[in-house]
């Protein structure tokens, strides 16, 4: 009975640990959501990449096209290696390289990333669109190459 409470408290651990860890593993990064927003008026794009799969949308009114996309083995792991490259923990303490979205010089844009299926996200302050804060930016512009 010792040993079986030993066990699930181990496992607990380590299941914790990985929740709060900063960067996406291998293997974490199939659980991890990354979700992207870029706005001003007249326009409005967002994508979200979770599990192998990107989805984006186009337009904020509900009959928009949506669009999805699968992605190969070697585009997913590609990202997957530019997403350990981050420390997803700081994004929301990163700063905009530039601030055109203010007055209308640039969409506005924000990214979410989620590291654990329902677990807590983090997001990044506004920049401008196509023009992130560095740590970030060729991971969002490797999207960025995937998009239509």
Same mark, same amino acid.
């Given at each position: 009975?010792?040993?079986?409470?030993?066990?699930? @408290?181990?496992?607990?651990?380590?299941?914790?640990?990985?929740? #709060?860890?900063?960067?996406?593993?291998? /293997?974490?990064?199939?659980?991890? +959501?990354?979700?992207?927003?870029?706005?001003?008026?007249?326009?409005?794009? +967002?994508?979200?990449? #979770?599990?192998?799969?990107?989805?984006?949308?186009?337009? @904020?009114?509900?009959?928009?096209?949506?669009?999805?996309?699968?992605?190969?083995?070697?585009?997913?792991? /590609?990202?997957?290696?530019?997403?350990?490259?981050?420390?997803?923990?700081?994004?929301?303490?990163?700063?905009?390289?530039? @601030?055109?979205?203010?007055?209308?010089?640039?969409?506005?844009?924000?990214?979410? *990333? @989620?590291? *654990? $299926? /329902?677990? $807590?996200?983090?997001?990044? *302050?506004?920049?401008? #669109?196509?023009?992130? $804060?560095?740590?970030?930016? $060729?991971?969002?512009?490797?999207?960025?190459?995937?998009?239509?």
């Amino acid at each position: 009975m010792k040993l079986k409470m030993l066990l699930i @408290s181990l496992l607990a651990l380590s299941s914790m640990r990985n929740c #709060h860890s900063a960067k996406p593993t291998a /293997e974490t990064c199939l659980n991890a +959501t990354w979700k992207y927003q870029a706005f001003t008026r007249g326009f409005y794009e +967002t994508w979200e990449l #979770h599990n192998r799969e990107l989805t984006i949308k186009k337009g @904020s009114n509900p009959q928009a096209e949506t669009r999805k996309i699968t992605l190969e083995d070697g585009t997913w792991n /590609e990202l997957c290696a530019l997403a350990q490259k981050v420390e997803w923990s700081t994004l929301p303490d990163l700063k905009a390289p530039s @601030s055109k979205h203010r007055y209308d010089g640039a969409a506005g844009a924000t990214l979410e *990333v @989620s590291l *654990v $299926p /329902e677990g $807590p996200a983090v997001q990044s *302050v506004t920049f401008d #669109h196509n023009n992130a $804060p560095g740590p970030i930016q $060729p991971f969002l512009q490797k999207i960025e190459s995937l998009i239509p």
